[in-house]
């Protein structure tokens, strides 16, 4: 069974968190993953999200600017190894 899911990278823990709760506050489904290892970067977790959220999680992005973003990714994951691919505006 094919998941689709997106995930909000961060180099700093903190700021994980701190985004995370932007995005509860708003109402969004999210919460705290580990980092796919094809996100070579990082803290090593990030803030996953429904895609169909994804133009609200940008929005939150752009009103709270949080520092140390690493990206904006589409993670399938349906095999062995998830395949994640950066987020096109």
Do not use: K, W
């Amino acid at each position: 069974m094919m998941e689709n899911y997106g995930i909000a990278a961060f180099r700093s823990r903190q700021q994980v968190l701190r985004f995370e709760d932007a995005l509860r506050r708003e109402g969004l489904r999210v919460g705290v993953v580990t980092t796919p290892r094809a996100v070579a970067l990082g803290c090593g977790l990030s803030v996953r999200f429904e895609m169909e959220d994804a133009e609200s999680v940008r929005r939150v992005l752009r009103r709270e600017n949080p520092g140390n973003l690493i990206g904006l990714y589409r993670v399938e994951h349906g095999g062995v190894r998830p395949s994640v691919m950066p987020l096109r505006r």
